[in-house]
Structure formats: C-alpha cells, structure tokens
C-alpha cells in the first residue's frame, strides 16, 4: 500500500505530516508513504527536530500551494505545487491514495480534473467526519458544491452510505436529509425532490428529514445537505464547540480553588475534549473521485495526519471507490 | 402600556404565562397586561399556585392553537383560539404589543394577515437573538421565509438594524451576512447580490460576510441570512449547546469526587449557563409586521416569558415599529 502525503499543505508544514508519517510508518504494517514537496527542505526540518525519514520515498515539487491562491489555478500555473504532483501521481497509480492539509478548494478542482470523477458522479462531494457522545456521522456535502440538484444529494446519500458502511464499519447506515422541519413538504422544491428520490432509492437505507438541533445527538450516520448549508453545519459545529470548551476551560484556569475542581473532574474532561475531537477520525474524504483523497484539516498536528493516513489505508483495504462504482450501476 | 399575552401558548402553559405575568406586574412599573384564553382555566391554574390575578385584564378565547395544527387554519377553523383573538386584538389597538409561546408558524400567519405587514417590508422574519461570551446579536431570518431574494436579505438588515439599535441599544449595529467564506464572490448568486446591495445602502454598517465558525464569537449585532439557512444555525446553536452543556454536566455529577470538583467551580459554571441561557434576552420579535409581535420559546418558563414582556415593553417604549417606518421611507 502507498499513500502520498502532501508535505507543504497546513499550517504545520512540513513538521506535522513529518512527524504524522513517522508515527505510521511505525505504527501502521505494510505501508510505504510517498512525500510530496521539497525534499531538501523536508530533509532539514527533519533533521532540527529528530525525526527519521528512512522507509520513505519523496516526490519532488518545487513549490506550495498557498491557502489564498485562486482553487483553479492548480491545473496550470501552480501545477508544479506539491499538491498537483501528489495528485497526478496519484492519477498515473503511483500511489492508492493522496493526502493533504491545503487548500480545500484546490484539491477539489486538482482531484476532480487530475483524478477525474468516478462515471455517473455528477459533482464530488467533501464528506467532514462530525463527533457526537453517540457515534460521528458523515456530513456530504460540507462544503464543494455551493448549489446542488436534488440528484446531486440523492448521488451524496449513496457515496456517505458506502464510506460508513466501508470505512467505519456501520452495517446498514442510517441516512438522513438536513432540513428545517422533519415533514416530508419541508425545506423548498429541493428537499422536497431530494426527500422522494431518497425515499425511492433501494440502496438507501433514508430515515427522513433531521433538524440542525439533532444532528449533535448522533441520530444519523450520514447526514445530506447541499454544500452551502453542510458549511455552514460544519463550521458551526467547530466555532460553538471550541467556543463553549474555551469558556469552560476558562472557568477552571480562573485560581488555585478552581484549578483543583478542574483537577478532580480531569479525566471526565479529557473524555469529552477526546470525544469531540474531529482528529481522532482523519480528514474529510472527497467522495465521488476516482481515487482515494482526503482533505485533512488545515489545523492538523501530528496525531490528526497519523489518523489521516490510517484512514485512507484503510479506504483502500475497503476499496471504497469500487464499492461506490458498484452501487452507482443502474 | 397595554401588552397582550397568549396564556396558552407553550408547553407549560397557563402556569408559565400566569408566573410571568405576575412577575412583570410586579417588578415593571406602568404596564397592564392582558390575559387570552380560558380565564376559569386561568383562575383554577392561578388558585393551585396560589398566583394572584389582580390587576390583570382577561380576552376570552375559548380555543388553544395546538402545534400540529396546520398554522393556516388560525384565520378560519382556529381563529376562536388564544393567539388569535390576541392577534386581532393588537391589531384593533387593543394593546401595544401581543406575545405568544405557542406555534411559530399560526403566529407568522395570524400576525400577516391580522396585524398586516410594514408597507415596503416584503416578507416578515423572525429575529432570534442568540448568546455568546461577548454580546448576543440577533439572527433573521431565523425560519419565517425559506426561500429569499435579495431584496429581502437588504430589507431584514434594516430591520434587524433598527432593533438592535432601540431595543438592546447598539449605537451602530454591525450587520454581516452568513456565508461560506468572507470573499465578495461567496455563497451564490443569492448571497452575491446581497453583498452588493448591504454594501450599498447607506442606512446598514455592513462589515461583509460572516463565516458560521465566527458566529459564536460574537462578531457582529445582526446576522442576515435565508430563513433556511438561518434556522439550521439557530437549531444548530440550541442543539450543540445544549449537548456539550449536558456532557459537562454527566462529568460532574459522575460520583462524590467530581461533585466536590463542581462545587468548587460552581459559580463560574453557573456564568456560563447564564451568558449561554436565551431567554435571558426574551422571545424572537416578529420583524416587519405592523405592530410588536414576540415569539417566546415554546419551553419558556416564568422568567422567559417575564423577559419576553419586559422586550415587548422596550419595543413599544422605543417605537420600534415607527422607526422602521421611518427607515424604509426612500
């Protein structure tokens, strides 16, 4: 199994997807990881903080995809990023599958033009992992496509349902559609079309609308929405969390009287910041590519690319984009 | 000062609505408050609990609108119930302002049709406000209008403007527009022509998009957004709050030790809930309609509804709906 890593994506690169790799290729049989960027640069950060690079392979790459550079600008002018290298790599089947921390609009336009799209997948989705005290559920669309059609969701529904099935191990998942209302006439002519091809669709195993207000009980395992509103789900999710477990931890750090409450409760604590951390599931595939590639998140340390990888190790095994090419004949 | 409330709107009505009221009577000087519904059921309710009645006025109705029913039926079939008769009341001047716990959607209609819209306001929203650390801002369209244009997006900022700005006393409100990135470009030809038009009128401080992961941070005083998009935030907000405050909690009262560990941080645990409690703030004002129209939570207890009376009072103190008037004139 090979898996390229995108070296430069992040806000912790090189060091993180360095460290992250490490940790793998220790942890992890089987696996030869594939470094996409710098190697001279790679080499250095290596050596300042005593990481070992022996097992790897490098795949040179000149430059970085920035965070503020315009998405399509990967196919020429930037195409000699190590993101798009990783990418045609993983195209030309020199890798199974490709990771990276950069620029989620990028690697969108780079997978879906580079990688191409599996056939009778009309757009790719991005699928965030969400964490509920429950079980996480698969958010698609959360972000690629700001406008969909009714089949564009029916098309999410099916390649959530695989990638929970495959990857998480949930046998029969539950799907649900984000809606202001659980009735089957609410959210606009789109959801009320999206609501009866899912309903219709055998392959779908549809529990019907979910409100927002459920989504953190863990009652779905894969959750539909266009891309705008599954952003906005997303990114709500991650501002409300870290704002509430700030002010929590502000309550606890206030003088030694608190700090020893925060003592006595510490393991329950970690508990929830362990149950809430996005990390502890890898990135956010994109699904409906026809190839394995996953956005990790920008933020990502250490811990966040080992899980990355673990995941698209594991996508693989599961031979994620067959299963989906199987489920989307007629 | 005359303010008319639903005493059988709500989970826990009349009980909650006869505490509330009394409290008011109690602590805001110079309002009489008007009671719609059953009054023999409200006298029994008032008599187990032993709350005195006196001072208030009674609107006889002998109906409950009940929240399954189809929210249209208030101008017909339903138009004997407690909301109703409140409604028409307000809009025969019978009072300054109407509040109601019960159904949001019988509220938005009765509140179109009997108390009639602003001219010039297209569509009316529902302006919720909703807590963070640092200020709460007001959120509309939170649900009233799933689908938008852009006219009404520019239209619920002027509203959302002039509220704030009365009633919470924001000098110069700071209006953003939920969107999916910060950039001009973002969110749709919706949210596109809706950027152009904020940025245009010279009666709306626009200070541009505003991702969901800033919302919670308390960046802005009024948050423009489609009545879908806005409901899935405001849902979104109650649900994960109400989730992660429930986990701290099962972590505190796990057994003797961490319940001395809460004892030691209890008063900063009990700021949190307090900055993080809506009704603090009151109910969700029906922004655009011809008079002052207060949503309550439909869980509201005493202090909810008290808080709810205490804001219909500011509205109409503050001739809220005179100065949206004003605003709108070209």
Same mark, same amino acid.
């Given at each position: 199994m090979r898996i390229i890593l995108? #070296?430069? %994506? %992040?806000?912790? #690169?090189p060091l993180a997807a360095l460290e992250g790799a490490r940790l793998a290729a220790d942890k992890l049989p089987g696996l030869k990881l594939i470094l996409a960027g710098r190697q001279e640069e790679m080499e250095r950060c290596a050596q300042a903080h005593r990481i070992a690079l022996d097992g790897f392979d490098f795949l040179e790459a000149p430059h970085v995809f920035k965070m503020?550079?315009?998405?399509?600008?990967i196919l020429k002018?930037?195409?000699?990023?190590s993101m798009a290298a990783g990418l045609k790599a993983l195209a030309e089947g020199k890798g199974d599958a490709f990771i990276s921390a950069g620029s989620t609009g990028a690697l969108l336009v780079g997978a879906t033009l580079f990688v191409k799209r599996i056939r009778g997948v009309r757009r790719a989705a991005i699928a965030a992992v969400l964490p509920t005290p429950k079980r996480p559920f698969l958010l698609l669309?959360? %972000? #690629?496509?700001t406008e969909c059609t009714a089949e564009m969701l029916e098309n999410f529904a099916l390649l959530g349902s695989v990638y929970m099935q495959k990857?998480? %191990?949930?046998?029969r998942p539950e799907v649900a559609l984000v809606n202001i209302g659980t009735e089957e006439n609410k959210g606009g002519a789109l959801r009320q079309e999206a609501f009866a091809r899912l309903k219709a669709n055998g392959r779908i195993h549809f529990t019907g609308n979910i409100e927002a207000r459920e989504l953190p009980g863990g009652n779905c395992d894969v959750a539909v929405a266009d891309g705008f509103t599954g952003n906005i789900v997303l990114k709500l999710f991650e501002g409300l969390s870290s704002m509430l477990l700030g002010l929590i931890k502000g309550v606890f750090t206030k003088n030694p009287i608190t700090m020893l409450g925060a003592a006595l409760v510490s393991k329950g604590l970690r508990g929830i910041k362990k149950q809430m951390d996005y990390s502890e599931y890898g990135g956010a595939p994109l699904l409906g590519i026809n190839g394995i590639v996953i956005k990790a998140h920008g933020s990502s340390n250490a811990k966040a690319i080992f899980n990355a990888v673990r995941q698209a190790q594991r996508c693989a095994e599961q031979r994620v984009v067959e299963t989906i090419k199987e489920n989307l004949q007629p």
């Amino acid at each position: 199994m090979r898996i390229i890593l995108d #070296a430069f %994506g %992040g806000d912790n #690169a090189p060091l993180a997807a360095l460290e992250g790799a490490r940790l793998a290729a220790d942890k992890l049989p089987g696996l030869k990881l594939i470094l996409a960027g710098r190697q001279e640069e790679m080499e250095r950060c290596a050596q300042a903080h005593r990481i070992a690079l022996d097992g790897f392979d490098f795949l040179e790459a000149p430059h970085v995809f920035k965070m503020e550079m315009e998405p399509t600008t990967i196919l020429k002018e930037n195409s000699d990023t190590s993101m798009a290298a990783g990418l045609k790599a993983l195209a030309e089947g020199k890798g199974d599958a490709f990771i990276s921390a950069g620029s989620t609009g990028a690697l969108l336009v780079g997978a879906t033009l580079f990688v191409k799209r599996i056939r009778g997948v009309r757009r790719a989705a991005i699928a965030a992992v969400l964490p509920t005290p429950k079980r996480p559920f698969l958010l698609l669309d959360s %972000g #690629a496509n700001t406008e969909c059609t009714a089949e564009m969701l029916e098309n999410f529904a099916l390649l959530g349902s695989v990638y929970m099935q495959k990857v998480v %191990g949930v046998e029969r998942p539950e799907v649900a559609l984000v809606n202001i209302g659980t009735e089957e006439n609410k959210g606009g002519a789109l959801r009320q079309e999206a609501f009866a091809r899912l309903k219709a669709n055998g392959r779908i195993h549809f529990t019907g609308n979910i409100e927002a207000r459920e989504l953190p009980g863990g009652n779905c395992d894969v959750a539909v929405a266009d891309g705008f509103t599954g952003n906005i789900v997303l990114k709500l999710f991650e501002g409300l969390s870290s704002m509430l477990l700030g002010l929590i931890k502000g309550v606890f750090t206030k003088n030694p009287i608190t700090m020893l409450g925060a003592a006595l409760v510490s393991k329950g604590l970690r508990g929830i910041k362990k149950q809430m951390d996005y990390s502890e599931y890898g990135g956010a595939p994109l699904l409906g590519i026809n190839g394995i590639v996953i956005k990790a998140h920008g933020s990502s340390n250490a811990k966040a690319i080992f899980n990355a990888v673990r995941q698209a190790q594991r996508c693989a095994e599961q031979r994620v984009v067959e299963t989906i090419k199987e489920n989307l004949q007629p």
